[in-house]
């Protein structure tokens, strides 16, 4: 069985079952937008562009950055425990190579946080670059503000949410592991910086 085209398949389904519980939860038929998704398509596209310059395993990338999130319709806590058990059954049943299983399972472990250890492996640092570097930028604030939008929230929540965050994207810069890591946090950064900025000026004042 074709290890790509299925985990791909698998992620699919995994995004569309959060999407279900999250339909259940707002008690709506039909939510048009999927954070998760479109979480998974921009931590593939950096994760991917960032393991092509620092010569990664391709293999062991593609599949950790596809499946790093998996566990999350699963489990509400320990998803990268839980995605990591998960990527390592999946890849079992196609034809993936063995023996780079449990590299897969190492990245998706390590992927979360917001300390400043190193992960051990190149593949597992570039797969926490790109999931830290998916919450900076001008996607983030789409992928928020419409997901804020979903559970009832407004624009002045939303500022107020991203002055606050922009906090965190302060920090996120400052841990990244990879030095093509390091660069795009920068300017994705300064992006979200420059449109909070924009943001607070254009914002009404209350009384």
């Given at each position: ?5 299925y985990?791909?398949r698998?992620a699919?389904e995994s995004?569309?079952e959060?999407?279900e519980?999250c339909k259940?939860?707002l ?11 479109e979480?998974?398509?921009l931590?593939?596209s ?11 395993d ?21 998803h990268a425990?839980?995605?990591a058990r ?7 049943d196609?034809d993936?190579?063995k ?5 897969v ?7 979360v ?6 992960p051990e492996t190149?593949?597992?640092r570039v797969?926490?670059?790109a999931?830290k570097?998916?919450?900076?930028g ?7 503000a419409?997901?804020m ?12 949410y ?12 400052k841990?990244?592991k990879?030095?093509p890591?390091s660069?795009?946090?920068?300017e ?18 209350s009384?």
């Open positions: 069985m074709d290890w790509e085209t985990i791909c698998i699919d995004w569309e959060t999407q519980q259940k939860k008690s709506w038929n039909k939510i048009s937008y999927n954070y998760r998704a979480h998974n398509a931590v593939i950096m994760g991917m562009q960032i393991g092509e310059r620092l010569k990664a391709r293999d062991v990338l593609k599949a950790a950055l596809t499946l790093h999130d998996v566990g999350r319709s699963k489990v509400k806590k320990g425990e839980a995605g998960m990527a390592g059954e999946i890849l079992q196609t993936f190579p023996e780079k299983i449990k590299a399972q190492y990245a998706i472990s390590t992927h946080g917001w300390d400043e250890s190193v190149l593949e597992a797969l926490w670059d999931d570097l998916s919450k900076l001008a996607c983030i604030v789409i992928q928020r419409m997901n939008a979903l559970m009832g929230k407004n624009g002045r929540d939303v500022t107020t991203f002055n606050n965050w922009l906090k965190t994207a302060e920090q996120i810069k841990i990244m990879t030095e890591g660069e795009m946090a920068e994705r950064y300064k992006i979200l910086k420059m449109f909070v900025t924009a943001l607070n000026n254009e914002t009404p004042q009384d």
